[in-house]
């Protein structure tokens, strides 16, 4: 029975990778990726892969205290941080979160998919599975992924189910976009990551982002607005003896497929980092709070359970 069920479970993965990328076979998504030594909680903080370690660089870690009674988080922080305090009474923290808790509570719920190898950027919401049937993926056959797939869900923080396990501090309370058609994305997400699953380089221009986890290990790079943009493509391309084909190498626009490194090919990938970078190994309770346009790359270190919400404050000025 158990291999009939992984098999189902497997054809459930399969069907979603085709609606994530329908013009790739599915042998597209399997490839070897780099071995990685986790954070432990007697080394929590240094985190290396291949022949490349990464060790927290100290940013610094503020109780919510400092800023919960801000309704309109004008004081928040204008440098990534770590907040502390944040979700100690929640319920999905004491009770913590994980696939399996996740799994008892949504059983038959499907989740959107995102994460993959570079092809599958920008195909969010395409694919979905039950938490089940993730787990199952994550045990059994996530390790054949070159960059393994990963819930990034919009819908269920709203459920009954989910809901009434957490609060949202009054800072982060008064959302310049709430009910703005404008807006790009959704503002909240429960995110359910493999290990070895991630999010690649990218920014929120006008929004904060906090991200909450309740399980599991997540190491970010965090980058300044003003980072020279080919360091974020890793320089790829730079040697190009083709004046136009090395300015687009600095273009998102014009080398998506650089652009779009899974998170474990770019830390694989990268080396030292410039002025200004940011190393964070976050752990359960904790938040990492990323001010606007600060870019960042997100690898979880360990399977984990999140969730992130990206808001516009009134501070912000177009």
Not at 36 to 50: D, H, L, V, W, Y
Not at 153 to 176: A, G, K, M, T, Y
Request: proline share 8%.
């Amino acid at each position: 029975m158990a291999a009939i069920a992984s098999a189902q479970v497997q054809t459930a993965i399969e069907k979603a990778k085709l609606n994530i990328s329908s013009n790739q076979p599915l042998s597209a998504w399997l490839g070897s990726r780099p071995s990685f030594s986790k954070p432990t909680r007697s080394n929590p903080n240094q985190f290396t892969i291949g022949d490349q370690t990464f060790c927290d660089t100290s940013c610094p870690r503020l109780p919510i205290e400092n800023y919960i009674d801000d309704v309109h988080g004008d004081s928040l922080p204008t440098h990534p941080a770590v907040l502390t305090n944040v979700c100690t009474e929640w319920g999905c923290f004491t009770n913590p979160w994980t696939i399996s808790t996740l799994s008892s509570l949504l059983p038959s719920t499907p989740l959107s998919l995102d994460g993959g190898p570079g092809f599958a950027r920008g195909s969010i919401c395409f694919g979905s599975v039950t938490l089940s049937e993730y787990s199952d993926y994550c045990k059994h056959f996530s390790v054949s992924d070159s960059a393994p797939l990963y819930v990034f869900d919009h819908r269920i923080l709203s459920s009954p189910e989910l809901s009434s396990s957490f609060s949202i501090p009054p800072c982060f309370s008064n959302d310049v976009l709430a009910n703005d058609p404008r807006r790009a994305l959704p503002p909240a997400w429960l995110l359910v990551g493999a290990e070895g699953s991630g999010t690649p380089i990218h920014d929120h221009p006008t929004t904060v982002a906090w991200n909450a986890l309740l399980s599991g290990c997540k190491v970010w790079i965090t980058f300044p607005p003003d980072i020279d943009e080919s360091f974020l493509l890793l320089n790829i391309g730079e040697d190009s003896s083709d004046d136009e084909s090395s300015t687009n190498s600095s273009t998102h626009s014009d080398s998506s497929d650089d652009f779009d490194l899974s998170a474990i090919e770019w830390f694989s990938k990268c080396r030292d980092l410039p002025k200004g970078a940011q190393t964070i190994i976050q752990w359960p309770g904790e938040v990492v709070f990323l001010p606007e346009g600060w870019w960042h790359v997100v690898l979880n270190a360990q399977e984990s359970v999140a969730m992130s919400y990206s808001i516009q404050l009134r501070r912000f000025k177009e």
